[in-house]
């Protein structure tokens, strides 16, 4: 039976291009008012389009979500003007540039932990009051397993963090909700992608809108 997202609130991150994009559309195609933050503004309007265009409903909310004052503040707008959300969608992601281990540059692990890691964490902890004010909350994060592959020492050590904060939310919720998922998507020909294959054939890849209805499967399971 599928999910019913009609007025549900969801909230979604990394939402200005790749895999977040495609799922900030297919929540408002579904019926949900969807919550777009990302740091690019330009990308969140033309997203505000194309959502508009197919009679969705969105609110744009241009943050960095390693800046702890703008996910607080975000957090109780959505508090005093919703007073909940129903499903967060996390995509919002640093890929750093492909290195040995010894060759990483401290300021690439402050980014890349400080997005994948400890923005992460943040999310979870101001977004999870918002949860439990839901019917039923729910939150699905994406998942990239590298750990230990040559060159993503970096980026396979802070998506392997993330997982486990995930896993460990998961198994403390699973009687008190919110109902917490991972996702790991195939392949796409994203930003993020290309700057660890550059050159590869993208018409091989899964194309976001497709992965994003599998992510939004996991709703209707």
């Known amino acids: 039976m599928a999910y019913d997202l009609t007025d549900k609130i969801a909230l979604v991150t990394g939402a200005s291009r790749g895999l ?3 799922v900030a559309e297919a929540l408002a195609a579904r019926g949900a008012h969807v919550i ?6 330009g990308a969140l309007e ?8 197919a009679g969705g409903s969105a609110t744009l909310a ?6 702890e004052d703008a996910v607080a503040g975000i957090c109780r707008a959505i508090y005093d003007r919703w007073g909940r959300i129903d499903l967060l969608v996390h995509c919002a992601v640093h890929a750093p540039t492909l290195s040995p281990v010894d060759h990483a540059a401290p300021k690439d692990y402050a980014k890349t932990f400080a997005t994948n890691v400890e923005a992460t964490q943040r999310v979870i902890r101001m977004v999870a009051p918002l949860l439990n004010e839901a019917a039923e909350g729910r939150a699905i994060f994406c998942a990239d397993p590298r750990a230990g592959e040559k060159f993503f020492g ?3 050590a802070s998506k392997a963090a993330e997982a ?3 896993a460990s939310w998961a198994a403390e919720t699973v009687r008190t909700g919110p109902k917490v998922a991972s996702f790991t998507p195939a392949p796409m020909p994203t930003a993020t992608r290309a700057r660890f294959f550059p050159g590869e054939d993208r018409t091989a890849l899964s194309a976001p809108a497709a992965e994003a209805k599998r992510l939004l499967a996991l709703l209707d399971a």
């Open 20 to 22: 977040g994009h495609a």
């Open 36 to 41: 777009a933050l990302a740091r690019t503004v």
């Open 46 to 53: 033309e997203l505000d389009d194309r959502i508009q265009a």
């Open 62 to 67: 241009p943050i960095d979500l390693t800046k």
């Open 154 to 156: 970096l980026y396979g």
């Open 164 to 166: 486990a904060l995930v």
